[in-house]
């Protein structure tokens, strides 16, 4: 089915543009949110007449695009959440809640332009699509973290923190035996110069008196 997009959207197109979808697309999503409306001869001379104000509406849209994507590539979004002990989540992430954090960012992103590719259910590291007007588009990594510290994570940064003294302690001994070796050979050393100055100094002696 033909439709007259009202408005630029994601990777459809821009406002003005004529595109072909599915026809159930069109009549349940996008022509009831105003987002395009029906390629119907009438409707195409009217946007014809409004081609020099399409032409506007397009160029500001894509500068808006351009700061956005500027600000996202800046950007790394961090959310904390309740988890259980094997770090899954008690619900899921969702396009409004990203919406949310993008706009506390400083980055005004709509919903429908956010990929998650997948539903998000366990803590980690991802990487999620933004598709802006024009033909733009970043990935923006996010970052799931628990609101509480957990068992797992505490036995590990306790063990981490035993090594570490551990560590300390072994080197500081490393350093301290290497330190003794040190004073012991020097000793050593000193000890082995005295009869070897007693005897050059009788060597020089016994010159002096054979002269």
Avoid: C, H
């Amino acid at each position: 089915m033909k439709v007259i997009l009202q408005e630029s959207y994601m990777s459809l197109g821009e406002a003005g543009d004529v595109i072909n979808v599915k026809p159930g697309y069109a009549r349940n999503f996008l022509i009831p949110n105003k987002l395009a409306v029906s390629a119907t001869a009438g409707n195409l001379r009217l946007f014809a007449d409004k081609a020099k104000e399409l032409a506007a509406k397009k160029e500001k849209e894509r500068d808006n695009s351009k700061k956005t994507l500027a600000a996202l590539e800046k950007v790394e979004i961090v959310l904390k959440r309740k988890v259980s002990e094997e770090g899954k989540l008690f619900g899921s992430i969702t396009t409004k809640e990203l919406e949310a954090e993008f706009l506390k960012l400083g980055a005004k992103v709509d919903r429908r332009q956010i990929v998650m590719g997948r539903q998000i259910k366990m803590m980690g590291d991802y990487t999620i699509l933004v598709k802006l007007v024009g033909g733009l588009k970043t990935q923006v990594p996010l970052k799931i973290l628990s609101e509480t510290p957990l068992k797992s994570q505490i036995r590990a940064e306790a063990e981490a923190a035993e090594n570490a003294r551990s560590a300390a302690a072994q080197a500081a001994a490393e350093k301290a035996a290497f330190t003794e070796e040190k004073k012991a050979g020097e000793k050593t050393e000193k000890k082995a110069e005295k009869p070897t100055k007693k005897a050059a100094k009788k060597a020089k002696d016994s010159t002096s008196e054979e002269n």
